[in-house]
T-cell receptor
């Protein structure tokens, strides 16, 4: 069975600083990888996904993530954050076949201050 | 498209009462998922359906929880009897399996349940 570990539960940063949210996964088979964002009192929205191809994936709001198979990681990055990026971010994994459920990490709270 | 619609958005009930949460998935989506979110345990998969058939309910905590999907446009998650430890936000999500063969989930806004 697959699992996801988000290494930081909280990441405080200042506005316009770069940020990296770390995610490691474990699986015995090939996987798809996702990052979702949850703003306060809202559901989860897809930020980006890795299905195949280029290991560098670009998503919405200037975020990107890099799939590293050897390190089983899928870290999320943004070169310059805004106050509006304050939210909870979830890394998720699913097995490499249609119809399998997403397994989520416990989330990382990104707090951006001025 | 209106997205995934969940009701109620908020529910406060007393221990022992029956709770029913409802979900309308995106039209045409063939997978439906129920997740529970708590501070302690994060997002947990409870159960999911494909073409209205339950595929995996191993995440359902105990017999007090049940879920049904009588048709492609409606699902319910029922807790009977409810207990304070069931307090959480319950999310419904749907997906279309033909999308690149991967489950890109669209989530509802969630139902926040408080059991007193």
């Amino acid at each position: 069975a697959q699992s996801v570990t988000q290494l930081d539960s909280q990441v405080p940063v200042f506005e316009e600083a770069p940020v990296e949210l770390r995610c490691n996964y474990s699986s015995s088979v090939s996987v798809y990888l996702f990052w979702y964002v949850q703003y306060p009192n809202q559901g989860l929205q897809l930020l980006l996904k890795y299905l195949s191809g280029s290991t560098l994936v670009k998503g919405i709001n200037g975020f990107e993530a890099e799939f590293n198979k050897s390190q089983t990681s899928f870290h999320l990055r943004k070169p310059s954050v805004h106050i509006s990026d304050t939210a909870e971010y979830f890394c998720a994994v699913s097995e490499f076949q249609a119809g399998t459920a997403l397994i989520f990490g416990k989330g990382t709270t990104l707090s951006v201050s001025s | 498209d209106a997205g995934v619609i969940q009701s109620p958005r908020h529910e406060v009930t007393e221990m022992g009462q029956e709770v029913t949460l409802r979900c309308k998935p995106i039209s045409g989506h063939d997978y439906l998922f129920w997740y529970r979110q708590t501070m302690m345990r994060g997002l947990e998969l409870l159960i999911y359906f494909n073409n209205n058939v339950p595929i995996d309910d191993s995440g359902m905590p105990e017999d007090r929880f049940s879920a049904k999907m009588p048709n492609a446009s409606f699902s319910t998650l029922k807790i009977q009897p409810s207990e304070p430890r069931d307090s959480a936000v319950y999310f419904c999500a749907s997906s279309l399996s033909r999308l690149a063969g991967a489950n890109v989930l669209t989530f509802g806004a969630g139902s926040r349940l408080t059991v007193l």
